[in-house]
């Protein structure tokens, strides 16, 4: 049985992990308080908004993004490799809840949902947790996420300046001088949006990989206005259609997910034709940047698995810290044969924009700091196992690469940093032999209190 | 226009500001009724960007 947003945040509630706000809260204040909350937060009461809920930072924890994977920390990587590995087909249904309540042309009004502000310098409100469906004529359905900027009440900007198969999809509607219709789902299971922010291949269906989590198809409704069809049981639907104006609407700054404040960017603009929701539907308001980070965390990871495994290494844990924002740093412990140290930094590095990679042997805990800082300390000779690789592709919003002195257009190149921290060649593995405790296990602590 | 709206016109004519310093000026406007002003800003076409992102009236 496929799991939906709202078996979602049941689990969460079952974990002790769910803050309930009963206290009526505008919208503007609902990511400052999200962002107070240890736990994630459902606000129950919306100031001016009577209908709807909201809620927020569902998966901004690594245990919160387990728990909707149902799965083991550890295992998050292993798990969507399955998914990947094992698709289901979406299905299409006659209706579903996200129907119940139907707008249509000058009544589809976004001012009637509540749409937050969330940082000081965002350019507007923002739509955060989208799940973003296209089509082509050749190339078939995509689904991505996308930020959606507030500007009218049948219109929002749209980031689409990173390359992806939404963006071509526009460029060739563009081409033809037509609008691309789209349809955004918002409050799904994080499943969905697991799937959406995985770059597939072009041909193959994100609702499939999604599917292939559930181990159950995502059942889908059609649009009321676009040819296109969104998850039944989204909490809320936009359809409409991206204008053919090309990338020529000022959109941001928005609270990117490398933490910091981006940059006013010129794109594109959606005009909205219908919205559809649940009679009482909750907005989802991805809070940034530790859930749209920890959303991350799964795909490069078993990125970095693959990565690994094509070299001929093999891998025993991964994680992509949020430090890094779970996107530039990847940590991998692996079985080591001589010379693999390396070859697994190579292997690491040539992941998407990863720039810093650090391994270590099969004993290292690589999820506890104080292991990782111990292996560096003591396993790592810098003249020998500390590799620099200049002139990689780099990203636009890692201020380092000095992206604004490049000119409009240009692409910013990175240095990249592996750390070999495995057991150098030709020092035995005695030599690592831990302390140990005289009598550990002949004594206990708890007899003598 | 609205009133509301106007007063935001020539508020970001005296001053470049970015949004959120928009909605700090009217702390006891309901969020809709905000929401639908900007709206009303922006289809003016009035609104031009500073290079930090504030809003400011002109191109």
Same mark, same amino acid.
């Given at each position: 049985m496929k799991q939906g947003f709202r078996e979602f945040l049941a689990a969460l509630e079952g974990a002790g992990e769910l803050k309930h706000l009963k206290k009526p809260v505008d919208p503007r204040h609902?990511?400052?308080?999200?962002?107070?909350?240890?736990?994630?937060?459902?606000f129950e009461s919306i100031v001016g908004y009577s209908d709807w809920r909201a809620a927020g930072a569902l998966v901004s924890t690594r245990k919160r993004l387990a728990l909707a994977m149902g799965c083991s920390e550890r295992d998050i990587a292993s798990r969507f490799e399955s998914? *990947?590995?094992?698709p289901i087909d979406a299905r299409l249904v006659k209706d579903g809840p996200c129907q119940e309540v139907v707008w249509e042309g000058d009544r589809a009004d976004l001012t009637s949902i509540p749409i937050p502000l969330m940082h000081v310098k965002d350019g507007g409100p923002y739509i955060s947790a989208t799940l973003v469906v296209s089509k082509d !004529?050749?190339?078939?359905?995509?689904?991505?996420?996308?930020?959606?900027?507030?500007?009218? @009440?049948?219109e929002t900007g749209i980031d689409l300046v990173? @390359?992806?198969?939404?963006?071509?999809?526009?460029?060739?509607?563009?081409?033809?001088?037509? !609008?691309?219709? =789209?349809?955004?789902? *918002?409050?799904?299971? @994080?499943y969905e949006m697991l799937a959406a922010s995985y770059?597939?291949? *072009?041909?193959v269906d994100e609702l499939a990989i999604a599917g292939g989590l559930h181990g159950a198809p995502v059942e889908l409704v059609k649009c009321r206005t676009v040819d296109l069809e969104v998850p039944a049981d989204a909490e809320l639907v936009l359809e409409g259609e991206l204008l053919p =104006?090309?990338?020529?609407a000022d959109e941001g700054p928005f609270g990117e997910f490398s933490h910091i404040t981006g940059d006013v960017k010129w794109n594109p603009l959606f005009r909205v034709t219908c919205i559809t929701h649940r009679r009482d539907p909750i907005f989802y308001m991805l809070q940034m940047p530790w859930e749209n980070d920890w959303l991350a965390a799964p795909v490069i990871e078993a990125a970095g698995l693959q990565a690994l495994r094509v070299a001929s290494v093999q891998p025993v844990a991964i994680r992509a810290p949020i430090g890094g924002c779970c996107y530039w740093t990847l940590v991998a412990s692996i079985k080591k044969r001589p010379g693999e140290g390396k070859n697994a930094l190579l292997a690491l590095l040539s992941v998407a924009e990863v720039k810093l990679a650090i391994v270590t042997d099969d004993d290292i805990n690589i999820y506890d700091p104080d292991e990782l800082d111990w292996a560096m300390t003591f396993r790592v000779q810098a003249d020998h196992d500390v590799l620099v690789i !200049?002139?990689?592709?780099?990203?636009? =919003?890692?201020?380092s690469v000095k992206a604004w002195a490049l000119g409009k257009g240009g692409l910013p190149t990175t240095a990249k940093l592996g750390i070999d921290a495995t057991i150098p060649e030709g020092v035995p593995r005695s030599q690592y032999e831990r302390i140990r405790y005289f009598a550990k296990d002949a004594v206990r602590l708890e007899d003598y209190l | 226009m609205s009133p509301l709206a106007a007063r935001i016109v020539e508020e970001l004519r005296a001053t470049p500001r970015h949004f959120a310093e928009v909605v700090e000026v009217h702390p006891d406007v309901a969020w809709r009724d905000l929401l639908k002003a900007w709206g009303e800003v922006r289809a003016a076409g009035v609104l031009g960007r500073e290079d930090d992102g504030r809003y400011r009236i002109g191109q």
């Open positions: 609902l990511s400052a308080l999200a962002a107070q909350a240890k736990e994630a937060t459902l998914g *990947i590995r094992n !004529p050749e190339y078939g359905r995509n689904v991505g996420s996308y930020r959606m900027m507030y500007r009218t @009440p049948q990173s @390359p992806s198969d939404m963006r071509l999809y526009y460029q060739r509607a563009l081409d033809q001088k037509r !609008p691309l219709p =789209i349809a955004v789902a *918002i409050g799904v299971h @994080p770059k597939a291949p *072009i041909d =104006i090309g990338w020529t !200049p002139g990689a592709r780099g990203k636009h =919003i890692d201020p | -």
